[in-house]
């Protein structure tokens, strides 16, 4: 089955350490993204990728990075100067930056204590 | 800047009450307008993209309208199965939005057997 599959599903890490959540599609996509989903607010870009080795920022990126090694795979990692990480992470791609469909995985939970 | 507001922000329905959300958007050119499903503690759903004013698209008992201002989710006789909560989001013509999206803070719905 194509999708896009995110692990873990839930995440817990001690505040001052960096964490990196992955994401992977098999649907041949060239384009994917984070985003963060708190409560009561709607999803937030973090940073985009619209083809291999080349990404922007989003909207929030400070504390976040990311990779585009293969096009199959986009992780992001949370560091430790991302001031308040704990929140619902998704990871979306779509064919193309120009078909503007996008498809969500499953989400990573991570909570920051 | 791009905004979207939906609304109400909950809703509570009876089985078979059919209802609509709102979807307001303030954006310099629409490129496309975006309806999505998601279920709690999941990824959200691709429901439907509208492109034009004037524009429908339906499934099952969903139906998505679109005006130069805003966007319409029609719920008709709805069942429990469909509470979720529906996400509006915009893609603006910007080229420096290339593959963004705009989210709104999202509908919750809730139908009652």
Request: hydrophobic share 30%.
């Amino acid at each position: 089955d194509g999708g896009i599959t995110q692990s873990p599903k839930y995440l817990f890490r001690k505040e001052g350490q960096n964490v990196t959540l992955s994401c992977e599609q098999n649907l041949n996509h060239d384009a994917m993204y984070w985003y963060r989903q708190d409560p009561g607010q709607g999803l937030r870009l973090i940073y985009y990728s619209q083809i291999v080795n080349d990404f922007q920022k989003g909207d929030i990126a400070e504390g976040y990075s990311v990779s585009r090694e293969k096009k199959e795979s986009f992780p992001l990692t949370v560091t430790s100067a991302q001031k308040n990480p704990t929140a619902f992470y998704l990871c979306a791609s779509s064919i193309s930056p120009a078909v503007y469909e996008q498809y969500f995985g499953p989400g990573t939970r991570l909570t920051v204590t | 800047e791009d905004q979207v507001t939906q609304s109400p922000e909950a809703l509570r329905l009876q089985e078979g009450e059919s209802s609509s959300l709102n979807c307001s958007y303030t954006v310099s050119g629409l490129r496309g307008l975006f309806w999505y499903r998601q279920d709690p503690g999941k990824g959200p759903e691709f429901l439907f993209t509208l492109y034009s004013a004037g524009e429908e698209k339906e499934k099952e008992r969903l139906k998505a309208t679109l005006t130069k201002k805003e966007s319409f989710l029609h719920i008709t006789a709805p069942k429990p199965e469909d509470s979720a909560t529906y996400l509006c989001a915009v893609q603006p013509t910007r080229e420096t939005s290339y593959g963004k999206l705009t989210f709104g803070q999202g509908t919750i719905l809730t139908v009652h057997p």
